[in-house]
């Protein structure tokens, strides 16, 4: 990809076609927010919510992979401290480009051992479950053609992969539209905020079809609440 100054802002002239679609989808490209703000339109809270944050989209990432050990690195720490954490892994293991670095891959990772995760950063539960999770014969890829149910009960079979992570790798990945990470901290704090409601498995019926989306905007919601 090339980037060059345009009148004020910048032109874009695209490089690999292949990468087009991971970018489309990192960008959020599978869900459709027209019928979700049609579908939002008789809620009075999610109503305002789309109108306020009209267009957003959750990014998706793009490999199955760096979704699990990124949700690994983000359980039970703040943002800042698991955006340092993999930003010391990606040093430590990734790919260097011009400018930046790639994330490593699964097969760099399953040569590493755990002591090496825990001096970027990693506790050692955390680092014994990223290096299992390279070091399994779970097919990743294959994950996509299964239904909710199955790729959750796969993710959960392993070390370290509870509900938490397999709900946002539905969430974030896969962008299966039932996809509600009850268990989330954010997410409660957000039910609660705009519904009163302590409990966020009790809307789960309400936005089905749309709860993947709903989650996100309630989150963003809370975010920019005043």
Same mark, same amino acid.
């Given at each position: 990809?090339?980037?060059?100054?345009?009148?004020?802002?910048?032109?874009i002239?695209p490089?690999e076609?292949?990468?087009?679609?991971?970018?489309r989808r990192?960008?959020?490209?599978p869900? $459709? /927010? +027209?019928?979700?703000?049609a579908? !939002?339109?008789? =809620?009075?809270?999610?109503?305002?919510?789309?109108?306020r #944050?009209? *267009?957003?989209?959750?990014?998706?990432?793009?490999?199955?992979?760096?979704?699990?050990?990124?949700?690994?690195?983000?359980q039970q720490?703040?943002?800042r401290?698991a955006f340092?954490i993999?930003?010391r892994l990606?040093?430590a293991?990734?790919v260097p480009?011009?400018?930046?670095?790639a994330?490593?891959?699964?097969?760099?990772?399953?040569?590493?051992?755990?002591?090496?995760?825990v001096?970027?950063g990693?506790?050692?539960?955390?680092?014994d479950?990223?290096?299992?999770?390279?070091?399994? $014969? /779970? +097919?990743?890829?294959?994950?996509? !053609?299964?239904? =909710?149910s199955?790729?959750k009960?796969?993710l959960?079979? #392993?070390? *370290?992969?509870?509900?938490?992570t397999?709900?946002?790798?539905?969430?974030r990945h896969?962008?299966?539209p039932d996809?509600w990470?009850?268990?989330?901290?954010?997410?409660?704090?957000a039910?609660?905020h705009?519904y009163g409601?302590?409990?966020?498995?009790?809307l789960?019926?309400?936005?089905?079809?749309?709860?993947?989306?709903?989650?996100?905007?309630?989150?963003?919601g809370?975010?920019?609440?005043p």
């Amino acid at each position: 990809m090339r980037i060059e100054p345009a009148g004020g802002g910048v032109r874009i002239a695209p490089g690999e076609q292949a990468l087009a679609e991971r970018v489309r989808r990192y960008l959020g490209s599978p869900f $459709d /927010l +027209d019928a979700f703000a049609a579908f !939002a339109a008789a =809620d009075p809270v999610l109503g305002v919510l789309v109108e306020r #944050l009209q *267009g957003l989209r959750p990014p998706l990432a793009p490999d199955p992979f760096e979704a699990l050990v990124t949700s690994i690195t983000a359980q039970q720490v703040s943002l800042r401290a698991a955006f340092a954490i993999r930003n010391r892994l990606i040093a430590a293991f990734g790919v260097p480009f011009e400018h930046a670095w790639a994330f490593p891959t699964r097969e760099r990772l399953a040569l590493a051992e755990p002591a090496e995760l825990v001096a970027v950063g990693f506790s050692r539960r955390k680092a014994d479950y990223t290096v299992g999770l390279a070091r399994s $014969d /779970l +097919d990743l890829e294959g994950l996509s !053609a299964l239904s =909710d149910s199955e790729v959750k009960a796969r993710l959960v079979a #392993l070390p *370290g992969i509870g509900e938490w992570t397999a709900d946002w790798f539905l969430a974030r990945h896969l962008a299966r539209p039932d996809a509600w990470p009850a268990g989330d901290l954010g997410l409660r704090k957000a039910v609660l905020h705009f519904y009163g409601v302590t409990d966020p498995r009790a809307l789960n019926a309400q936005f089905s079809r749309f709860a993947n989306l709903a989650a996100h905007y309630l989150l963003v919601g809370l975010r920019v609440s005043p």
